[in-house]
C-alpha cells in the first residue's frame, strides 16, 4: 500500500499519496519561484492554490485519495510555470485566467441588486448603460423589470476574492489597485449618481411597503392562530345555532370523532396542527423579518420544518383518505304514498319535535338547512329532514320519501340509508312527519340526507303548522309567516289565499 499524506491547500484538507504528493510540491515551489518577485505575486499563489483545491473538490469525494493523476490534470489546467511570462501584468493577467469567467451580482457598485453592476463587470463596460437598457425594455410592457428579476434570482453574490476574480477577470487587478480608467466620463458619472439616487428612493419606498406587506403578515398569522387554537385546542364552538337553553355545542373534535374511527381521531388532530401551525408560524416569521429586516441563518430550520410539514401532511392525507372510503359511494332509498283519493285542502303537521328530546350536543352547518344532535347514550338524532313541494304533472296527490346515506360501497350505502328510521304518516287529508330522523345503534355516521316530496295537483290547497314551517327547503326560508296560515298550489309556487300575494 503507497504512503498517504494529508496537506491543507487553500483552508481545505486532502489526502495525497506520496508520489502525487512529490509531483504537487515540485510545481507549487516552481511557480513559487517564477512569481514570487512579481509585484502580487503572493497573492496570485494563494488563488492558484485556491483554483486547485477548487479542481481536486470538482472530482473528488473527502474520502477520496489525490493521486498523480489528478495532480497532472490540475497542471494541464492552470498551466507549468515556464508557460508563465516573465512581464509582470501580462504574468498576472495570465494567473487570473485560472479562473473560469463566471456572472454574480456584484453588490460592491448596486443601484438595486447589483445585477446591472455585476453585468458591466463581466462584460468589462460601465453599468450605467446596461441600466439604461433596462429602462428602455421596461417601457416595453415592462419587461425590463421582469427580466431583472428572474436575473436577480439566477445570479448569485459575488462575496468571496475568488469569486469577484472570476466576475471581473482580467480587470481584478485594475479595479483594487485603481489602476483602470482614470475617471469616469461625465455623462455617466452624472447617470450613475442619478441612478443611485433613485436607488436609495426606491429601496425606501420598498422597504415601508415591505413592512407594511409584513405587519399584516404577522395580524393575518397571529389571529388565525388564536383563531385555530380557540377551535381546536379550546373546543370553543364551530357553530352557536341551538335550540335548547343550556345545550352543548360541538367542537370539530366531536364532529371528528362522528366522522372518523374514535382511535384515529387524536392522531388526525396532531396532523392537522402541524399542517396548520407550521405554515402559519412561517407567515409570522416572515412578517417579522420584512418589518424588522434581520438576518438569520435559518436554513436548517426552515428545511426542517418543510420536512415535518409534508411528512404529515401526506400522512393526514392517506388517514383522510382511508376514511373517506365510508363516503365513497352514495345510496338511495325512496318510498312513495299514493292516497285513494286527492283532498281539497291537505295538511302538513309536525308529530314529534326536537324540542321534546333530551339531546346534549347540536352542529348546524351555516348556510344548509342541516342539523347534528348528539344525546348523552351516543345515539345521533338528524334534524330537519326537507319538505319540498312538486307539481304532480300526472294531477295526482302523492307522497315521496328519499332517503340519502353514502357508504364504502353502493350496497352498504343502500344498507344505511334503509336503516335510517324516520316516522312519518298520512291519515285522511293529514300529512304527519317527525322533525327529526336518526340513525339506529351500531351504524356509524357517513353522511344522511331525507327529503320528502309532496307532489300536488294545481290548485290545490295546503295548510302547514308551525312545527313543521322549519322542515321545509331554502326556497321557502324567505316566505314570512308560512306555518298557520293557507296557501294554495297553482304549480310552481304558493299563492296566499288572504293577501293573494305569492312566495
Known sequence: MDKTIKINLAGVLFIIDEKAYVALRDYLQSIDMRLKNVPGGNEIIDDIEARIAEIFQSGKSESDIINTDDVNNVINIIGRPEEFEQEGDTERKNAYRIYRRRLYRDINNPVLGGVCSGIGAYLNIDPVWIRLIFIIFTFAYAAGILIYVILWIAFPVAKTEIQKRELYGENYYSKQTGSGSPETAKITGALNSFFLALGRIFRIVAWFFLAIAGAVMVVTGFAMFVA????????????????????????????????????????????????????????????????????????????????????????????????????????????????????????????????????????????????????????????????????????????????????????????????????????????????????????????????????????????????????????????????????????????????????
Open 228 to 503: 385555530f387554537s380557540l377551535v381546536f385546542y379550546l373546543r370553543y364552538p364551530v357553530s352557536f345555532f341551538h335550540e335548547g337553553a343550556g345545550t352543548g355545542i360541538f367542537s370539530i373534535s366531536d364532529f371528528l370523532e362522528l366522522a372518523t374511527s374514535p382511535a384515529i381521531t387524536p392522531w388526525i388532530m396532531v396532523l392537522i396542527s402541524f399542517v396548520v401551525i407550521l405554515p402559519l408560524l412561517a407567515l409570522i416569521y416572515w412578517g417579522l423579518k420584512m418589518i424588522f429586516r434581520f438576518k438569520a441563518n435559518e436554513l436548517w430550520l426552515s428545511i426542517s420544518a418543510l420536512v415535518v410539514w409534508v411528512i404529515s401532511f401526506t400522512a393526514l392525507l392517506m388517514i383522510l383518505v382511508s376514511q373517506g372510503i365510508d363516503f365513497a359511494e352514495e345510496g338511495r332509498t325512496s318510498e312513495q304514498i299514493f292516497p285513494q283519493h286527492t283532498p281539497d285542502t291537505i295538511y302538513i303537521k309536525a308529530r314529534n319535535n326536537i324540542a321534546e328530546m333530551k339531546f346534549d350536543k347540536v352542529l348546524t352547518i351555516p348556510g344548509v338547512n342541516y342539523s347534528l344532535f348528539l344525546v348523552k347514550d351516543g345515539s345521533i338524532l338528524f334534524s330537519k329532514p326537507e319538505i319540498e313541494l312538486y307539481n304532480s304533472e300526472e294531477g295526482k296527490f302523492f307522497i315521496s320519501v328519499e332517503k340519502t346515506m353514502f357508504g364504502s360501497n353502493k350496497r352498504e350505502a343502500v344498507k344505511k340509508a334503509e336503516a335510517l328510521i324516520f316516522n312519518y304518516s298520512f291519515s285522511g287529508d293529514t300529512l304527519y312527519v317527525d322533525q327529526y330522523y336518526e340513525i339506529p345503534p351500531g351504524f356509524k355516521w357517513s353522511g344522511s340526507f331525507i327529503e320528502t316530496g309532496v307532489y300536488l295537483p294545481e290548485n290545490t290547497v295546503i295548510w302547514i303548522d308551525k312545527d313543521t314551517e322549519i322542515l321545509f327547503g331554502d326556497e321557502y326560508c324567505e316566505v314570512p309567516d308560512l306555518g298557520g296560515k293557507y296557501w294554495q298550489w297553482d304549480g310552481e309556487k304558493l299563492i296566499s289565499l288572504l293577501r293573494g300575494g305569492t312566495n
